[in-house]
Structure formats: C-alpha cells, structure tokens
C-alpha cells in the first residue's frame, strides 16, 4: 500500500502546481547557440550601419555649414582655434563646445598684446629689466647694425672719464655771462646712484650666486677626483 502522496499520481499527470514531466517548470535543454549567434551578428550588423549612418549625416551637415560659411579669406575663417592649421581649417569632429572654447581661451592669451598683468606686482619684470641692463652695462657688446661701434662696460668707460676728462665748450664758456644775482654753479657728487634693487631681486642674485659658485665647486672636485 502506498503511504507517499506522490506515488498515488500517475506518470505524465500534472500536480497541483501545473507540473509534469513534460514541463517540470525548468530549462531540461541547452541553450540555442545557433539564435544568440545571430543575435549578436544583427545587433552588429545594426551598431555599424548606425555609425555608417551618422557619419555620412556629419560629412553632410559639415559640408552644408562650410558652404554657408563661403571661401577662406582674412576677413572669413573657418576655424580660428589652436590646431586649425593641422587639419586645414577644417572643423573639428566630436569635439565639444566648452574643448573648443577653451582652445580658442589658449589662442587668445598666447597672442594677448603687451604690456600684460603682472600677477606679482612687477617683481620679475623688474628684476628681468635690470638683468638686461646689467649685461648692456658689465659687459662688451656691439650694436646692432653698427658692426663698428661696440658698448664698453661701465667702470671701464668711467676710467678712461677720470683719464681724459670731458669735453669742455670754451667758446660757450667764455661768451656765457652771469646776470645780478647769479652763482656760479658747482657739480657735487650725489650722495646714491640714485639706483636701488628690490628685495626680491637682491634675493634672486644671492641664489644665483650660490647656484654658480656651487656648480664652480662640484666641477672643481669632480676636475681633481678624475687626476
């Protein structure tokens, strides 16, 4: 006698939950290979006609733009980003707005006239100003364009002052007559030059200082480690 509920049910017939062995409620095959093979290739097949498709729609929608826009010319640019060049004036593909703004940002501060804003209180430009008039006034240098005349340092021009003297206009001086009053005027050495340098500039030479007599030293050592 049967004491199991289920071996009172015959083969094939379904149970409360509309179950058999023809349909126990779960995959019994493989997959269909063969079906996700051309499921995949169609959605292949569709993403590269797609891409296809909007291509041609930008070559289209460029070509349109740039014949509105009419021929280059000084008054008529078709890009004026950096870059443009590089792709002969051509628009830049997939590029986004806030790129492009950006380039044309770049272009506009690299070609910004001068003078620009100093964003140290002209400490740099200062110092740079001095260095260029400390190599004029230190140094022998020639002129441009004048392949005969050449710049003597300072002192050396102030020695061959104290050698020689200046110029002196005797008729100038002996024709000048003074008026009731007048004092005959007498040169005095100033007290300053009359120059003075910065602090940041006092402590830009002090490095540089440092810096080469460091870099003399190490090749000075390195000069007797190699005899």
Not at 186 to 195: R, S
Not at 215 to 222: P, Q, V
Request: glycine share 8%; net charge negative.
């Amino acid at each position: 006698m049967p004491t199991n509920e289920h071996d009172l049910k015959q083969h094939g017939e379904p149970d409360q939950k509309g179950r058999s062995t023809e349909s126990p409620g779960y995959e019994t095959t493989d997959v269909n290979v063969n079906g996700v093979v051309v499921f995949l290739a169609g959605l292949g097949g569709f993403l590269v006609v797609f891409f296809v498709f909007c291509f041609v729609m930008g070559k289209v929608i460029n070509s349109a733009i740039q014949k509105a826009d009419g021929p280059t010319t000084k008054w008529n640019h078709t890009s004026d980003f950096a870059g443009a060049a590089l792709n002969g004036g051509k628009r830049e593909d997939l590029a986004s707005d806030p790129e492009m703004e950006q380039k044309q940002l770049q272009q506009l501060t690299a070609t910004f006239p001068s003078p620009r804003l100093d964003i140290d209180d002209g400490e740099q430009s200062t110092a740079d100003l001095h260095a260029r008039e400390d190599l004029l006034l230190d140094y022998y240098s020639t002129v441009p364009g004048e392949g005969s005349n050449i710049r003597i340092p300072i002192t050396r021009a102030m020695e061959l002052i104290a050698q020689r003297g200046l110029p002196v206009n005797t008729q100038t001086a002996a024709t000048t007559t003074l008026m009731a009053g007048d004092d005959k005027p007498e040169i005095q050495a100033p007290l300053t030059t009359g120059f003075a340098r910065t602090g940041y500039e006092l402590d830009t030479i002090e490095a540089r200082a440092e810096k080469m007599s460091y870099g003399k030293a190490e090749s000075e050592a390195k000069a007797e480690h190699a005899h």
